[in-house]
């Protein structure tokens, strides 16, 4: 369970800075009271396209609106025009860029879990879509459509979610960004390197509080699942300690047996555990690619086999001691 919703959660974020840096961009911009894994539900204004444009070193500025779909699934509106000079455009598997005011572009990973192909009809933001094309994933979104129309439909008349720009030394990206820090305070500027860099379990809180919850809620479960086992052991083998006790044996060897096998079947669970994740993480390859990605993340490995450990070992506590308190006489004539 921890190596796999902490998979999830690397793999969410790798996902999402892989997306960004396929824009192609320098320089991202968000609204004010936005988090780095969310937007701001006050969108910015068009007009700060023309003003970006006149700023020293600007290249070319668009922007890209951002409308939730529920669960996972956002529906991204774009320039297509201005969006392939930033990016150089979309690689089309099937198909191709948006012909009518109700298509969509979608990436290969969300065409495939939800069985679409070029012509397709699909129902979102209950407004009917048809699939113009099909594009390689890792550019900016997984479902596009025209910024125009999604605007319009959402009654965002002129507003973006973010903006993105180019500049003409992308060394010089940083000395731009702080230049427009001073010109619009409130509004985060990254740098797109900065901005990939802070999608980190360490720097987005809501995640590192997830994946500390879920650890807290492995070392319960850990700890009742092997004390009821172990307790359901110890009862099983009451007359067997008994006859170890009547010939002698002390409490600690009695315990060292009891703590061996816990020990024992922890370390077989840790990597029954990891050879798991490899199991999920096909699943969420060929079930739901476009909703969950999962990564293997190595460093966590040992983290997770010492709380199973420890868990284990704190669940063994009350059995053991039930264990070696018992009275050799009961022991014996227990059936």
């Known amino acids: 369970m921890i190596l796999t919703l902490v998979g999830i959660s ?14 192609g961009a320098d320089i991202v911009i968000r609204p004010p009271a936005t988090s780095i894994i969310s937007l701001s539900s006050s969108p910015m204004s068009e007009d700060l396209l023309p003003f970006l444009m006149k700023q020293t070193h600007v290249t070319l500025a668009t922007g890209t609106m951002i409308q939730s779909l529920g669960g996972f699934d956002t529906l991204t509106g774009i320039d297509l025009a201005q ?6 455009g979309f690689r089309f ?6 012909q009518g005011d109700d298509d969509v572009i979608v990436d290969e990973y969300y065409a495939r879990e939800k069985r679409l192909s070029v012509g397709s009809s699909i129902t979102l933001m209950n407004h009917p879509w048809r699939v113009a094309g099909i594009f390689e994933s890792g550019k900016l979104a997984r479902i596009c459509a025209k910024l125009d129309v999604l605007q319009r ?11 993105y720009l ?20 409130g509004y985060f500027i ?3 390197e900065e901005f990939s860099s802070l999608l980190t379990i360490n720097s987005v809180g809501l995640l590192r509080n997830f994946i500390g919850v879920v650890i807290g809620i492995a ?43 816990t020990l024992l079947i922890a370390i077989i669970g840790t990597v029954v555990g990891i050879i798991m994740t490899y199991g999920t993480q096909w699943l969420m390859l060929h079930a739901v690619p476009a909703s969950l990605t999962q990564e293997t993340v190595y460093q966590w490995w040992p983290i997770a086999g010492a709380i199973s450990v420890v868990g284990a070992l704190l669940g063994a506590i009350f059995p053991g001691w039930k264990a070696v308190k018992q009275d050799v006489i009961q022991a014996l004539s227990y059936e």
């Open 219 to 261: 070392v319960i479960v850990g700890f009742l699942v092997v004390s009821m086992a172990m307790y359901t052991a110890v009862l099983e083998r009451t007359r067997e300690i008994g006859i170890l006790k009547a010939l002698g044996a002390s409490s600690g060897y009695i315990l060292n047996l009891i703590f061996r096998e």
């Open 153 to 163: 439909l959402t009654s965002n008349s002129r507003k973006l979610s973010q903006i």
């Open 93 to 98: 598997v099937k198909g191709g860029p948006f």
């Open 83 to 88: 969006f392939n000079k930033l990016s150089g």
């Open 10 to 23: 690397y793999g969410t974020l790798d996902e999402t800075a892989r997306r960004a840096r396929g824009v």
């Open 190 to 192: 990254y740098t797109m």
């Open 166 to 185: 180019k500049v003409d030394n992308p060394n010089g990206a940083q000395s731009v960004v702080n230049d427009l820090r001073n010109k619009l305070p």
